[in-house]
């Protein structure tokens, strides 16, 4: 068609067409955008200040209404579900950090956790980790089920610790006993990583944990998943890089997808569907390792990688959408413990203080001089952190009716797509490496888990699986619809 208009009109008229439509385009979209609290907090997140030099911050403002995200230093992406209900659930006593500025060259919020207790690292990476017993940590994705039980293991050792988090699959007031127990040494952040930020004062090690992990989540919103797989942990990277830090990226047992090779080593590559429901966080995790890898080849960074298993425990999400949560909450509500498919398929559970205890000998293993396994060449290289028992999602079933007690029947519905057949993780490495492998069976954890569970009332919790779902019958039933094929086809 373009070619035919440059032939009767010329290439001059044809140009200024086009250009006019693009024009018109652009503020259809710009008079279409609804400047809702979480807008509000996008548009201003990404306003810069007019001088190079100038350093302009609005502080979180705090009203009768809750706290809401007025100023530059909030970055919430636009997918993010929970941008204006996070704010409006946070407390009003609730002690989280205000950015002191934002950066002159990128427009990224400033924040100083701690002041530095030395000279300032910018890359010295004889600074990190060992330089000092107690160090100071970042722990994205800290108000998650495995950040925020990691950031309690790290505080009751003596460290300084700063959750980071977007509460785009957690809730505000996970972080609170913590904040009131530990007020000296551990900070929150509000942020979401795939927007940069910088961080002014000492950082040793980064546990970069950040990402939905529940499939219901990342199924549903996507492309903030594979943003922060991919921006994400570039912006993680670049922190890294500025601190001298060492970085330890949460990978999982996904990378291997549909497994042909049984238990899985880390040397397997894996059979992943790129082109299904679950490759956002399948092949966003496998790019996530190969950013980490070319960061170190080109920069130096020192990285470390764990592919994670199934892991359940204390601090898990009621709704969350997993199998173990999902059914220690069906059974003590005394509802049908629902299995997708005929319960054929088989998991490894890891009770969740044996997955923080590997993952911490991971980040804290050194290069060791004259020991080809502990080269950094070798220490780069990812490490399975599973337990190896292998049990049917039926027999999970069946365990947990009888540890609970409970006389409900097993609904089975539909098998979901991509669900691999079994999953079960080879630990040679773990046990060489990190003379680590787990200690808690699967009826201790279950007894645990299931007293927390207990412990909770279901009704502060928001069953946003359920609501996801019926959002997204919802945008299917449009996508089917008269008015959709008509904004489809419609043309500028």
């Known amino acids: 068609m373009i070619s035919r ?5 010329g290439d001059r008229l044809c140009y200024t067409l086009l250009v006019g439509a693009l024009l018109l385009s652009s503020l259809y979209l710009l008079s ?3 400047t809702d609290g979480s807008d509000q907090a996008l548009v201003a997140a990404n ?5 190079a030099d100038a350093v302009s911050v609005q502080p979180l403002c705090v009203t009768s209404s809750g706290p809401h995200a007025e100023a530059a230093g909030v970055r919430l992406a636009p997918e993010n579900r929970f941008s204006s209900e996070a704010f409006a659930s946070i407390p009003s006593n609730a002690r989280y950090l205000h950015p ?5 060259a990128t427009g990224a919020p400033v924040y100083e956790p701690f002041p530095a207790t030395g000279p300032s690292p910018t890359g010295d990476r004889s600074n990190h980790a060992s330089a000092r017993p107690s160090k100071t940590i970042l722990v994205t994705g800290g108000s998650g089920f495995i950040g925020r039980n990691l950031c309690r293991r790290l505080l009751n050792e003596g460290h300084r610790v700063i959750a980071l988090d977007c509460f785009c699959s957690s809730i505000p007031l996970t972080l609170q006993p913590l904040l009131d127990e530990f007020p000296e040494r551990f900070q929150f952040i509000l942020h979401d990583i795939t927007f940069p930020i910088k961080i002014v004062g000492d950082i040793d090690q980064i546990y970069n944990l950040a990402c939905p992990a529940s499939p219901p989540i990342y199924e549903f919103h996507p492309l903030h998943t594979l943003a922060t797989c991919f921006q994400g942990v570039s912006n993680m990277l670049a922190v890294a890089d500025d601190h001298g830090a060492r970085i330890l990226q949460a990978s999982t047992s996904e990378v291997y997808g549909q497994p042909q090779v049984h238990p899985q080593p880390e040397s397997y590559f894996g059979f992943v569907n790129p082109f299904g429901e679950r490759s956002c966080y399948d092949e966003g995790k496998r790019v996530a390792e190969t950013l980490l890898r070319e960061h170190y080849h080109r920069y130096g960074t020192e990285i470390r990688i764990v592919r994670i298993f199934n892991t359940y425990g204390p601090g898990m999400h009621p709704f969350d959408g997993r199998v173990v949560s999902n059914f220690l909450r069906q059974a003590i509500e005394g509802k049908p413990l629902t299995i997708y498919g005929e319960g054929t398929h088989t998991r490894s559970f ?3 203080d044996d997955l923080v ?3 911490v000998r991971l980040m804290n293993t050194d290069p060791k001089p004259h020991n080809p396994l502990y080269s950094e060449e070798n220490l780069i290289h990812p490490v399975n952190i599973g337990n190896p028992d292998e049990i049917t999602i039926l027999q999970l079933a069946e365990a947990v009716i009888k540890l609970t007690k409970s006389e409900v029947p097993i609904q089975k519905l539909p098998p979901t797509s991509d669900d691999p057949d079994r ?3 080879d630990i040679s490495y773990a046990k060489q490496l990190l003379n680590w492998e787990p200690k808690v069976s699967l009826h201790e954890g279950l007894s645990k888990t299931l007293a927390y569970f207990r412990s909770l009332d279901f009704a502060d919790f928001t069953d946003f699986v359920s609501e996801f779902k019926q959002k997204k019958i919802k945008e299917e039933e449009f996508a089917r619809s008269p008015h959709h094929a008509r904004l489809t086809n419609s043309k500028f």
């Open 5 to 9: 208009l440059r032939f009767q009109l």
């Open 32 to 34: 279409s955008i609804s």
């Open 47 to 51: 306003t810069k200040t007019s001088s």
């Open 100 to 104: 002191i500025g934002t950066d002159s």
């Open 350 to 352: 890891q009770y969740i």
């Open 357 to 359: 205890e590997g993952i």
């Open 423 to 425: 999953r079960r993780p």
